[in-house]
């Protein structure tokens, strides 16, 4: 017997303290796979944010560095120049990448650092009960909006991948979903390219991957996976933004 | 012709289904008895008609399904 699909070596063993269907896993597990497919676990760093993924250190077999709230990019910045011959990425969720840490975000960046960033946008703070996030779509109820985001009290949805694809320091960007097979392939494609752009040291590399919070909407996985599809996708596209430091 | 078959970590697996909605089969159901975590777990529920694809496995977020395949 033939074994078709088995988890990454890399991914540990123990059980992942994220909620049923949580696309955080979903992640983690390509990003196990991915490293074990180009054999660089050893010279591989990820820099943990706060959020969901706080504890990502305890699930992929990796080097791994918890940041300060948001400062992943500017401590990824900091290994890459120490060790430029390691694949150094960052694993943010919006609140981390897009609110407290846009700073470190974008300046990394624009400098060009050759960091590899996986950002996972769920539209909402996940860890802290499900707030607003600067990623919440307009009139989407969350805890801190329960009548849902308006324009002229809590402002507009940050495209925080747009202007990552403006910025002449990234060299790859593209925003990818984790909610079929066919966009997890390619999910896992985008992070192999961003994790090759780190090694080959070609600039920033920014993966958005569009995912759910199947507790912070207060949906089953399936339905959150459908009001994903539905809801977010019109409003953050799929696809490749940036190649080669080529805007598409 | 090639048979599949699947293999849940049942302790790990905290039933989100989201295998079952992969299955281009529909032959992956919840258990009526839960685990340790009492979560109902995936199980397959025919055992001649998976043809061994992995969405299950690919979906699963937690890494808890081991695909095999093997030609009859």
Redo the contacts between chains.
């Keep these: 017997?033939?074994?078709?699909?088995?988890?990454?070596r890399l991914?540990n063993?123990v059980?992942?303290h994220?909620?049923?269907?949580?696309?955080?896993?979903?992640v983690h597990?390509l990003v196990a796979e991915v490293l074990e497919e180009m054999g660089v676990e050893e010279r591989a760093v990820g820099i943990c944010p706060v959020g969901c993924a706080v504890f990502a250190y305890r699930y992929v077999d990796i080097d791994w560095i918890e940041a300060a709230h948001g400062r992943a990019p500017a401590c990824a910045s900091a290994v890459k120049r120490l060790w430029p011959d390691h694949l150094v990425f960052t694993y943010q969720g919006d609140g981390d990448l897009a609110c407290i840490g846009t700073g470190e975000t974008i300046q990394a960046l624009n400098r060009g650092e050759n960091i590899a960033v996986i950002f996972i946008n769920n539209a909402i703070y996940g860890m802290t009960g499900g707030q607003m996030a600067p990623t919440t779509l307009m009139g989407q109820k969350t805890s801190t909006c329960p009548y849902g985001r308006q324009a002229d009290l809590h402002g507009f949805p940050l495209h925080i991948t747009d202007i990552a694809a403006t910025l002449e320091g990234t060299c790859y960007v593209t925003r990818q979903a984790v909610n079929?097979?066919a966009n997890?392939?390619r999910t896992k494609r985008a992070i192999r390219q961003a994790f090759q752009n780190s090694l080959d040291r070609k600039g920033a590399s920014f993966v958005e991957v569009v995912s759910t919070c199947?507790a912070g909407w207060k949906m089953?996985?399936?339905q959150a996976?459908q009001w994903m599809a539905d809801n977010m996708l019109p409003y953050y596209p799929l696809g490749d933004l940036k190649v080669n430091g080529e805007k598409k | 012709m090639i048979k599949g078959t699947i293999k849940v970590d049942t302790d790990r697996c905290k039933g989100c289904n989201l295998c079952a909605v992969a299955c281009p089969k529909k032959i992956i159901t919840l258990s009526e008895t839960v685990n340790r975590m009492g979560y109902h777990y995936a199980q397959q529920s025919d055992n001649d008609a998976c043809t061994g694809c992995a969405a299950c496995g690919i979906m699963c977020p937690d890494g808890c399904i081991t695909v095999f395949r093997e030609r009859l």
């Design positions: 017997m033939e074994t078709v699909y088995k988890k990454p991914l063993d059980t992942m994220y909620c049923p269907g949580c696309g955080h896993s979903l597990k079929n097979v997890v392939a199947s089953t996985p399936e996976n």
